[in-house]
Structure formats: structure tokens, C-alpha cells
């Protein structure tokens, strides 16, 4: 098994920034990608960035394009997220995830990934 774990979240004025940690412990040599996606109450999960752990290929969400950057180092299993000029939109719990398969086109798809963190909450005020 592979276990997540999210870490940084918080609460942050709009114009702000944070850095959301996650920590994968178990099987962490099954792990090929991973990403970060996003969730606000009464609305459906939605892809923010992905990263190939071998190649560091990245892709995000247009709607944090620019603003955030996702990263990993493979030494010690982490992946992070920093989110800068952080906007009320942004509020939403946030999620790691990890996926046992070659990095491709189907790294927004939440099916794609077999392992999930239990979420860092997010809070953006205005």
C-alpha cells in the first residue's frame, strides 16, 4: 500500500501564499505520478496539477496557471504545491494523490490515481 499525507494548509488573506506538503510512506517505488486536486463543499472534485516523479513533467488546471507550482523530490517521497496570489475561489480542500501508471493524458482523471491523502483545507478570505 502507499499512504499520503497533506500537510500546510491553512487560512490566508487573498493576494496571499501557502505550501501544501505531501508525505508518501509504503510502497513509494509503485508511485510513477502525482498530483493535487481540489474540492469545495457541494461541488465536485477537480484536477489543480500533476508531475511525473521520473521526468518532472507538469501540468495544471488553467485556472492556476501561473499561480501555482507543483514540485517533488523523489529522496524523500514529497510533493509539494505553492500556491501564490491565492484568490477566494481557491478555498477547497485539497487532496494528494499518487498513481501507480506511466505519466500521460489521463493525469487530470481522478480514476487514474489509486491512492489518495485524507485532504489539508484551504481558506482563502477576501
Known amino acids: 500500500q502507499v499512504q499520503l499525507v497533506e500537510s500546510g494548509g491553512g487560512l490566508v488573506q487573498a493576494g496571499g501564499s501557502l505550501r501544501l506538503s505531501c508525505a508518501a510512506s509504503?510502497?513509494?517505488?509503485?508511485?510513477?505520478?502525482m498530483g493535487w486536486f481540489r474540492q469545495a463543499p457541494g461541488k465536485e472534485r477537480e484536477f489543480v496539477a500533476a508531475i511525473s516523479m521520473f521526468t518532472g513533467t507538469t501540468n495544471y488546471a488553467d485556472s492556476v496557471k501561473g499561480r501555482f507550482t507543483i514540485s517533488r523530490d523523489n529522496a524523500k517521497n514529497m510533493v509539494y504545491l505553492q500556491m501564490n496570489s491565492l484568490k477566494p475561489e481557491d478555498t477547497a480542500v485539497y487532496y494528494c494523490?499518487?498513481?501507480?501508471?506511466?505519466?500521460?493524458?489521463?493525469?487530470?482523471?481522478?480514476?487514474?490515481?489509486?491512492?489518495w491523502g485524507q485532504g489539508t483545507q484551504v481558506t482563502v478570505s477576501s
Open positions: 509504503g510502497r513509494t517505488f509503485s508511485i510513477y505520478a
Open positions: 494523490a499518487a498513481s501507480p501508471q506511466n505519466y500521460g493524458r489521463r493525469y487530470y482523471v481522478e480514476s487514474w490515481y489509486a491512492y
